[in-house]
């Protein structure tokens, strides 16, 4: 079926389903079109809405100046696509190249994109999450949840985890003038993305701003009163916060289980695909018909040892997008691999936080430029004496720089001077990450890479 | 109409509040606060702080949003 003319054909009258109607389903449908495809293509979302940008539910919507409605994506282009929405993709048939619908539909495909992201981790304890006054926040109905929450002023919020939803959720309340007490289980807010030096300086952050922070320390259980809501929460401490709101920021899940017996290489760690966005099978086998991208995807990296890498970043959905998209409707000496250096931001308590790279890689850090009293800085990360990440605490102007050297696999610490250097970044000092075996909610990126030592997979061959 | 912008890439230049201050706005010193779904009103504003962006990380929509219109069903 491959050979001459069938790229043509495909591109004329193919079939491309995507499932996963957000930020990546939505790009790679864009490029798609724009790079000439002009067959059927199917989008497929489990939720009611058409695609929306999330970012700015837990800044703009939380703080007021957005409804959550508010938010879908622009069109940067048309995709005259069929739209499934409001219902999931329940199972994959390989051989038969069709998507299974919760509705009992089954919609065939030439090409299919996987973009199902991640969702919220819920709060372990079905009874106590069920709790009214208990949130966590990944969707746009999520949001518009907690944003009318708050509006209606709580005695106290408790947010549960301080990666980065977390604090961000944390911040927009305190300026809404609400008391909220953050519970974390590390020894700092964004200590599992950025290490413990910089997070000392998220803590001391929080704490001007009047969250009160207890870090160290687990929340173990939730309280609620005689009509259900939450009333109280216990901390491994013995000590207990009395919050009618609370915001269960644990970090996130993807969502792959609707793979199960496709014999697709998907797990509980995303979809394992190539530089290229293919999809592999269980048997390491790269497919030529299923991509995957965004947060769901989990794909070798030339910059990071080719280990694998998962990504929740909002760039990293976009692009990755853009190559599945681009690869689909191309001859295998055309394809592209995805390779952008991995970029993120934050806004928090008035401060732009940026990183790029994967600080969470480096054992060393050093401040380069600025400092971390004045909370305005770069702190450079190495490994095995290179650059491997960045990050800016408001002087995101630098970041391109940074991302070069990263690029360009400089030493570290970089041999020359940077400008605004303090007495206090001349050495590079331990960047201070917790120990990786101990599980946290933090990164944003998780290097999965396979090792034999790793023998949480398992794996049973068919013969 | 619709707007997300690229924050990895805006450099907080504050060029769009400047001339769109309706829909962005500088948040602290350098972060960028905006309104995702601005008035059709500003679309003049928010197509001149688009094309100011010297980065151009702000994304409008290109096409009319009801061409695309989605449906539930299929
Ligand atoms: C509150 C919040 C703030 C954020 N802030 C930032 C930020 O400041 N900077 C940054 O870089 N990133 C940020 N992110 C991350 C960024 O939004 C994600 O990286 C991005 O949304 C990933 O896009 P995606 O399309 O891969 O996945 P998602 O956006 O997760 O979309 C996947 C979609 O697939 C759907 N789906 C799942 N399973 C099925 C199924 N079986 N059938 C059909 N549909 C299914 C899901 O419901 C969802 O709609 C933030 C995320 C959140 C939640
Ligand atoms: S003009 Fe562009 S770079 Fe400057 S603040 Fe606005 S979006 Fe950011």
Redesign the interface.
Known sequence: MLGDGYLEQLKREGRIVVVGASLAGLRAAETLRSEGFAGSLTIIGDE?H?PY?R??LS??VL?G???AD???????????A?????VPATGLDRAARRVRLADG?EVPYDRLLIATGVRARPWPRAAEAELDGVFVLRTRDDSAALARRLDAGPQRVLVIGAGFTGSEIASACRERGLPVTVAERGAAPLVGALGGVVGAVAAELQRQHGVDLRCGVMVTALEGDTSGRVRVAHLSDGSTVEADVVIVSLGAIRNTEWLSGSGLGAGPRGIACDAGCRAFDIRGIVTDDIYAAGDVARSPHALFSYQFLSLEH??NA?SQARIAAHNMLSESTDRLPHMEVP???S?Q????I?SVGVPSLGTEILISQGSLQDQRFVGVYGYQGRVIGAVAF?Q??WLPFYQELIETTASFPPPFDTVDRRPDGQRPIDADFPDPSVPTHGPTVTLSGYSPADRRMTFTPAH | ????V???R???YAQCAFLAPEIFAM???????????ADEAQRAKLAQAAAACPVQAI?????D?P??A?????
């Open positions: 009611p058409e940008d970012p700015p800044k703009q703080l100046r957005a409804g508010r938010t879908a994506l622009p069109r940067l282009r048309s995709v005259d069929t739209w499934r929405l409001g539909d909002w760039g976009v970029a993120f931001w806004a308590f008035g401060v732009n940026k408001d995101a102007k | 109409m619709r707007i997300a690229d924050l990895n805006c450099q907080g948040h602290g010193e350098e972060a960028l606060l905006y309104d995702p779904e994304l409008v929509d290109a096409v949003v061409a695309e989605v449906s539930g069903a299929r």
